[in-house]
């Protein structure tokens, strides 16, 4: 079917463009490719001198390196599409050959299957309800009842009814941290169950989903082709700092004093971002507060080069420590090149060597690091957050405002996914289902949105 996407006559004071997006991440590069390919005038305002937000891929250690998003998966439908679209294949990460944990105060080394198999049980104890109360995962409040019914508890309060062994209990309680990217006293419940539901409930495969597949040449080449793809007029160094709306239009002001009308806008900041923003007149209540609270992923990620090991490997610590999850990524030479995850962006500076060797000793002593590269996106004004992992109440009380948008606001991106939240997937079917009601509206269509269609 093909949408006759005209601009319909209005009576609508004119604009300077038919839509404004907001953000050069996955979610507004979607977004911008399929308006401005169908007819649509496009102007995307970026912050940024690069696309794609979140995801960057960068030299560093003498390489080319993803700071943020990294790992798809064929579970992810939308990214997997976009692959097969610009003919981008995927490289898997190493096979992890050994396991290093922290058990009872001390470090312990294993077979990495053993160590998957430890966290078996109390996993799918954890996430035994994932089917049932997402039973179709891409419309998250389907059972609204039975998701309001949990959406008040922590992964923290959910773990702690378990009455798992103490060893068992602490290595789950790192797995979720590592999935959090934060605390798992501030991550909702509902996102574990979520996430898990989005892997026909089977945990392991959701942990394949997350790390393991990386973009073949880098994220980077994905947002590039996407980008390519569009005719939308992509502005650089283009700081939002207000948004005005009303029935008939949008008025955005950038820092530089430059104001852009626009019929639409599509919002892609990520929550923390768009706090900062000055929306007149304010979102509806419960968005505007789940802005202000932001999300629980305040994490850190950090590469760096460790000397002396030279098999990939995996290592899990305790929750709290500053990094508290290893992956040993790139071979090179006499050591390796090591991903580690931390929950809280505060509690190490990335760009400390020995600190990062300190945490790392605690598993592999003796191990030396000899360089480091990362980007802290919690202090980044323009993401203030890692990936989007939701609050208790998120779900329930802010996702169905989102989805719906705000008059001629529209939201799309990870934090406000319908399927994949907090994963590039998530972006790009936001940017997809926003441009095509988009579209639906400026064709005059008053049928409902098929397929794709807004769950809330
Ligand atoms: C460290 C890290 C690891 C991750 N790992 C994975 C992974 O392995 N797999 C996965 O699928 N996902 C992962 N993610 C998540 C994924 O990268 C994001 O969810 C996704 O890229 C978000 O896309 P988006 O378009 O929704 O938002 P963003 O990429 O954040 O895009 C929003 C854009 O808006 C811009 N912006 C913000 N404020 C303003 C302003 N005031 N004015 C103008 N522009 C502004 C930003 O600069 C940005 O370009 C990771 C994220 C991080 C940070």
Redesign the pocket.
């Known amino acids: 079917m093909s949408l006759n996407t005209t601009p319909r006559a209005s009576s609508a004071r004119p604009t300077e463009v038919d839509v404004v997006v ?7 590069l979607t977004a911008a490719r399929e308006l401005s390919q169908r007819g649509l005038s496009v102007r995307v ?4 001198d690069r696309i794609g ?3 960057w891929y960068a030299d560093g250690l003498g390489r080319g390196l993803e700071l ?5 998966h064929w579970t992810q439908p939308y990214v997997w599409a976009e692959l097969a679209r610009y003919g981008i294949g995927t490289v898997p990460s190493p096979a992890p050959a050994v396991a290093h944990w922290w058990e009872a105060g001390a470090a312990r080394s294993g077979d990495p299957e053993e160590l998957l198999a430890r966290l078996d049980e109390p996993n799918r104890r954890l996430t035994a309800d994932a089917r049932r109360v997402f039973p179709t995962p891409f419309r998250p409040l389907e059972e609204r009842a039975l998701v309001e019914s949990v959406d008040h508890e922590t992964i923290a309060d959910r773990i702690a009814t378990l009455d798992l062994p103490a060893a068992d209990r602490e290595l789950l309680e790192t797995f979720w941290t590592l999935n959090v990217n934060g605390s798992i006293d501030e991550a909702a419940y509902t996102q574990a169950l979520r996430w898990v539901a989005l892997t026909n409930g089977d945990w392991a495969v959701n942990f394949e989903a ?1 790390a393991s597949y990386k973009v073949e040449g880098g994220t980077g080449r994905l947002a590039q082709a996407i980008a390519d793809d569009s005719d939308a007029d992509l502005r650089f160094g ?3 700092e207000a948004i005005e709306h009303d029935d008939d239009s949008v008025r955005v002001t950038t820092a530089d004093g430059r104001v852009h009308t626009a019929r639409h806008a599509v919002v ?3 929550l923390a ?1 768009l706090s ?2 000055r929306v007149t007149p304010p979102l509806p209540l419960a968005m505007d507060a789940a802005a202000n609270e932001g999300q629980a992923g305040l994490g850190t ?1 950090v590469w760096f080069r460790l000397e002396g090991v030279t098999e990939p490997f995996v290592a899990f610590g305790e929750k709290d420590w500053p990094l508290n999850f290893f992956q040993g990524e790139y071979p090179d030479g006499d050591g390796i090149i090591v991903i580690g995850f931390g929950p809280d962006a505060r509690a190490i500076d990335p760009t400390d060597v020995r600190a990062i060797e300190e945490v790392i000793g605690r598993l592999i002593p003796g191990a030396r690091v000899t360089a480091v590269e990362a980007h802290d ?1 919690v202090a980044d004004e ?2 203030g957050e ?3 992992m939701h609050r208790p109440g998120y779900l329930t009380g802010a996702l169905a405002g989102f989805h719906a948008g705000d008059g001629r606001l529209r939201f799309a ?3 406000y996914a319908h399927g994949w939240g ?4 998530g ?1 790009i079917e936001g940017g997809l289902i926003e441009a095509r009601r988009i579209l639906t509206e400026n064709a005059g269509a008053q049928t409902a949105v098929p397929l794709l269609a807004a769950t809330a």
């Open positions: 907001l953000g050069a991440g996955f979610a507004g305002l970026e912050a940024r937000g979140r995801t943020g998003g990294t790992w798809v997350c283009a700081v939002v892609t900041f990520p971002a900062r923003i990620k996106w323009f993401a890692t990936w989007p991106g990870a934090d907090g994963f590039i997937d972006a």
